[in-house]
Every structure is written in C-alpha cells, then in structure tokens.
C-alpha cells in the first residue's frame, strides 16, 4: 500500500472516529491488522518463487524458438 | 505478445509478490500453505498471461486468482482445522489494561476466527489497499456487501480484543492521545 493510501484511510478513521482524549477503536485494529500484514511482506520474495519464474520463462523461450526452427523447416 | 511485455509482466509479478503472499497467508493462517497457493497463483498467472491486459490493475488480477484458487482448493479438500498452537479458546482474551501489550501474536489469533468472507474484506481494504470498489471486483461481490462485511470483522475483532469501549484505552486519556498523534492517526 503507498503512503498516500494509508494517510487517506488514517484520515477517514480520525474524522469518523477521533474523540477528543480517546484512541479511536478502529484505527487500533487497523494499525495492528497493517502491522500483521506488513510483518510478512517485509519478509520478501522465498527464492522458490524467483526459480520457479526463472523456469516459467526459460520453458516459454525454449517453446517459441523451438516453434520458430519448425517454421523455418 | 512482444519480449517487452513479457518482461513487463514478469517485473510487475515479482512487485506484487510480497503482497500477494502476506494475502494468502492472511487467508490460509499459515505461511506453508499461503505459498503452495502462492506458487499455484503464479503458475496460473504465467499461463493465463495472454488473458491479462496490459496497463490494468494486476495486483487486483492476481489476487482475484489467488482468492479463487483458494477457495477452489477449500472445497476439494474442506477447511482443515487451523488453530496449529492448539491452546487458543481461553487464552487470548486481553484485558483492558494489557491493551498496551497486545501483541501480534493475539491479533492474527483473533483474526483468525472471523468468517472468511469478513476476514478477506477486512484484509483487502485495511491491509492489503484497495479500495471497496476493487475489493468488490476481487470477491465478485457488490460495494455494498464489501463494507458491511469490512464493518462487521471491524467490530468483531474490538470485542475479541477488547477495545471495544473508550474507557479500555491505556493508563489515561493523555498518554492515549500521545499514542495516537505518535501513530500518525
């Protein structure tokens, strides 16, 4: 999510929510679900998922020029 | 479809990734099974390339196969039962003056007794960025729906996690207000 977004949704939840002295209930169930979820996209990419593109696309390259020596025949 | 898109297409996949998979373990409650779903969804993903339009959304039409993927899978298989800790029904009710404690640990448990329908809402637009409308097209449901569910997990998870009420909130009303401004809220 891009910084933009969140300060856009941080903003709708302290225009809805926000009491004075309170912390709006919402916005700490959000903090802590973008918590969560950020926990594991900091992780990255596993390098099982970078082989299994690697292979993806060297079998689709190995399919088209076997295809093109075809037609030439 | 030239070797420029393909590359193109390959690039955004990988800039999607981490997203997708935080997605499927959100969905899953799992990261082993989050990435064999991952690792179907990119195979799908690769197959179906042609079907893809360039310069549309595809972290939105990724995810929308994730999600049927996994929901496909559910139904050959049934849901199996999820709590891997095995000492979840008691334990994780938080007292109001633990707020300050609570940690993830407790959430993601909260998190996962909602229904999957709330849970993925909730996840798409509080998470994951999109907005209703996108999160609609992903679950083939309408906006409405999408927010009324959004809504529900919301107050779900404060009564699981007991922030339902102001007086819950920390030591005193200043050090919450403090806590919010450091939050950015």
Known sequence: ?73 | MTEDDDRGFKRDLLASLPNLRAFAVSLTGRHDKADDLVQDTIMKAWANQTSFTAGTNMRAWLFTILRNEFYSQMRKRGREVQDTDGVFSERFSVHPEQYGRLDLQDFRKALDTLPDDQREAIILVGAAGFAYEEAATICGCAVGTIKSRVSRARTRLQELLGVSGEGDFGPDAGHAAITARAFGS
Not at chain 1, 8 to 14: I, N, P, Y
Not at chain 1, 43 to 54: A, H, Q, T, V, Y
Request: overall charge negative.
């Open chain 1, 1 to 73: 999510m891009s910084d933009d977004n969140r300060k856009k949704q941080d903003m709708t939840l302290s225009q809805h929510d926000m009491k004075p002295g309170s912390v709006p209930p919402n916005a700490s169930i959000s903090r802590k679900l973008r918590e969560f979820y950020d926990a594991v996209q900091e992780e990255g990419i596993p390098d099982r998922f970078l082989d299994l593109l690697e292979k993806l696309e060297n079998a689709e390259r190995n399919a088209q020029s076997q295809s093109q020596s075809v037609k030439v025949k």
